[in-house]
């Protein structure tokens, strides 16, 4: 996972998965869509953009920043670590063979 800044008023961020089951639990909408996102980051659900790319098994969110980069208020001038929240969450396992429930 990482997160960029995407020009003076976007950030966005990549989930790069290893393989097609970790992007099939990553890239389900039950799992993460625009409102998870929205919440996690206090912007408007509508705001949010999703980009689910199987081929290369990454999901791309992009957002607009809260203030744009290298205002006064701007706290993470390259947007390098916009990523912890949406790292903290956790995904659900998958099914086979995985004991715990969550990851």
Known sequence: MRSKNAGPFWVTMELFMRDADGYR????????????VA????????TVRI????SL??????FPRPVSQ???R???MH?????????LLRAPLAAAGVA???A
């Open 25 to 36: 639990i990553v890239a389900d909408e039950a799992f993460l869509d625009e409102q998870v």
């Open 39 to 46: 919440d996690l980051y206090r912007v408007d659900a509508d």
């Open 51 to 54: 980009y689910r790319i199987p």
């Open 57 to 62: 098994n990454v999901v791309k969110i992009s």
């Open 70 to 72: 290298g205002s006064l």
């Open 74 to 76: 701007d706290r993470d």
């Open 79 to 87: 947007a390098g670590q916009h990523h912890v929240p949406l790292a």
């Open 100 to 102: 715990g429930g969550e």
